[in-house]
């Protein structure tokens, strides 16, 4: 079963920086894109940003000059570098995996493209 784990998350000052990370483990066969979304109390889940296996990168405009999207698929890792933050940055930092994974059914291996998302990790931007 595929799983992401995220780290790097919490609380900064305005203008402070934070790198965020999220690794995927499970038997995951090809990645064709990972990256962060992120959700603030009583908003929907809007994405940060996304970085495909060609390295081609999405900003939302928000965060475009200040957030660095970066990946390591032989490591199954994203980076998020996020430089001169602000108070409307605080949310809860979600990564994403899309990708084509093997699993075991029955005792059978069944291979299927899907996403998974990470659990979240929180981060605040206050003085």
């Known amino acids: 079963q595929v799983q992401l784990v995220e780290s790097g998350g919490g609380l900064v000052q305005p203008g402070g920086s934070l790198r965020l990370s999220c690794a995927a483990s499970?038997?995951?066969?090809?990645?064709?894109?990972m990256g962060w979304y992120r959700q603030a109390p009583g908003k929907q889940r809007d994405l940060v940003a996304t970085?495909?296996?060609?390295?081609?990168?999405n900003y939302a405009n928000s965060v475009k000059g200040r957030f660095t999207i970066s990946g390591d698929n032989a490591k199954k890792t994203v980076y998020l570098q996020m430089n001169s933050l602000k108070p409307n940055d605080t949310a809860v930092y979600y990564c994403?995996?899309?990708?084509?994974?093997?699993?075991?059914?029955?005792?059978?291996?069944?291979?299927?493209?899907?996403?998974?998302w990470g659990q979240g990790t929180q981060v605040t931007v206050s003085s």
């Open positions: 499970g038997m995951i066969l090809n990645i064709y894109s």
């Open positions: 970085i495909s296996s060609t390295d081609s990168t």
């Open positions: 994403y995996l899309d990708a084509v994974s093997s699993k075991q059914v029955g005792g059978a291996s069944e291979i299927s493209r899907g996403e998974t």
